[in-house]
């Protein structure tokens, strides 16, 4: 599944499909309107950014893999990695996001204002980590958590942290 064939690699499982840093003064949108859907799938991780403000619409995510022997990481096997060591960041993940059969869907470190509505998790172990100072958090308008171990972590979240209408 997903599987490097060139030399060195072969074997090796995909680290990062998409991977941002440093993405100011814009925001980076990835995927969009159901024409523009982008599959991620058995990588480590599916988008991983630092000190970046993206939109994040209508995506699959499935199978994000954790190989003890090759990467790892604790947050390996997620979707979508943010972490900040600057203010400003924003991160809306929105509109028909599906996230599947992965060890984690969310994770955030640091100062990021973040918006998740309207998105699929299942078969999960972990849905929404949020840790370390993530600041004005919603989560809202009908994400739905079906077969998800943990759906929503918050940890140390200054300004304001809502969850409305979720469906577990």
């Known amino acids: 599944m ?43 991780y599916g988008i991983k950014s630092l000190n970046s403000s993206l939109n994040i619409e209508n995506n699959l995510f499935t199978n994000m893999v ?7 990481k604790s947050n390996d096997g997620t979707a979508i990695l943010a972490s900040t060591t600057t203010t400003g960041n924003t ?3 929105f ?17 990021i204002e973040s918006e998740i509505t ?23 308008e009908t994400n739905t958590f079906t077969s998800v171990s943990t759906a929503v972590i918050g940890r140390n979240i200054t300004g304001e942290f809502s969850g409305l209408w979720q469906h577990f």
Do not use: C
Not at 28 to 39: K, M, Y
Not at 95 to 111: C, K
Not at 121 to 130: A, D, Q, Y
């Open 2 to 44: 997903g599987n490097l064939e060139k030399y060195p690699y072969s074997g090796w499982e995909p680290n990062t499909h998409i991977e941002l840093q440093n993405i100011d003064n814009v925001t980076f949108a990835i995927g969009g309107s159901a024409a523009l859907r982008n599959n991620f799938s058995g990588a480590a």
């Open 66 to 72: 954790r190989d003890d022997d090759q990467y790892f």
């Open 91 to 93: 991160i809306h993940i």
């Open 95 to 111: 509109g028909g996001n599906e996230f599947e059969d992965s060890p984690q869907a969310i994770t955030f470190y640091g100062n």
């Open 118 to 140: 309207g998105n699929g998790f299942s078969n999960l172990l972990r849905g929404i980590n949020i840790n370390n100072n993530a600041s004005n958090v919603t989560i809202n």
